[in-house]
């Protein structure tokens, strides 16, 4: 699971990034 998570570090930053405009 950590090796899947360190592969892709921008799904979670896209994830963020999404919730944020989201919500503005």
Do not use: G, W
């Given at each position: 699971?950590?090796?899947?998570?360190?592969?892709?570090?921008?799904?979670?930053?896209?994830?963020?990034?999404?919730?944020?405009?989201?919500l503005?």
């Amino acid at each position: 699971m950590e090796n899947s998570f360190m592969e892709s570090p921008c799904t979670l930053e896209t994830i963020y990034r999404a919730v944020e405009k989201s919500l503005n």
